[in-house]
């Protein structure tokens, strides 16, 4: 096990500047553009977003997005981040987001979940500016205190922590079917004729996964 900093085993880059990046740039289909407001809890949000053009992406080829980038917002909810999955549509980094490039890519799903532990989360938010939205600079990133486990060890949380990952998203998706879900795999004891106690038991569940993804996260760091 060793200590570094971000910026000993990651390449992290603001989003271009607008200089760089116009707002005649922006169309009303193209390349995806991941902002700020896109950087959801553990997700990428798809709730609104916007475009650029491929002319514009292909000048400034640095900042189209790769597996495994980690992507935080600079402004408002700081302390999230989001993984570039594979299989993920064509993106580009948005102008108020900071990328994290892990040099060694097989670090990159580590990295993500290792930025989710509670202190460091804090140490972000201690960190930041702003009278009334905090912000984050790349330097501020760059300097935070990384821990790297024995490369096996750290494989196995990663395995953990993705099937963890992979039951919270699927907890958010049942909404249409929750009572049977609860009925065959959570809780059999809930009343399925009550409405309240399904939306109790569903937050009670997202809880408790977040919480166990915590915990492995503290034993592997």
Do not use: W
């Amino acid at each position: 096990m060793k200590s570094c900093k971000l910026r000993d085993i990651a390449e992290i880059q603001a989003g271009p500047f607008g200089t760089q990046l116009h707002k005649s740039d922006y169309v009303s289909y193209g390349i995806m553009m991941l902002n700020a407001k896109n950087v959801g809890v553990g997700c990428v949000d798809l709730t609104s977003i916007d475009y650029v053009s491929e002319q514009s992406v292909n000048k400034l080829p640095q900042y189209v997005l790769k597996e495994g980038d980690i992507l935080f917002g600079r402004a408002g909810s700081i302390e999230r981040h989001i993984i570039i999955e594979r299989g993920f549509p064509k993106a580009f980094q948005g102008t108020n987001c900071i990328r994290v490039r892990c040099c060694n890519k097989s670090l990159a799903r580590y990295l993500y979940y290792f930025l989710s532990l509670p202190h460091l989360k804090k140490r972000i938010l201690l960190d930041s500016g702003g009278s009334t939205l905090p912000y984050i600079s790349s330097d501020i990133l760059e300097n935070l205190d990384i821990i790297l486990p024995e490369r096996n060890y750290a494989e196995l949380g990663i395995d953990l922590l993705t099937g963890i990952d992979s039951a919270i998203k699927h907890n958010r998706q049942i909404n249409d079917n929750l009572a049977a879900y609860l009925a065959t795999v959570a809780c059999p004891f809930i009343s399925m004729g009550s409405n309240q106690s399904r939306k109790a038991m569903h937050c009670l569940l997202s809880s408790a996964f977040f919480s166990i993804r915590e915990r492995i996260l503290c034993a592997i760091s």
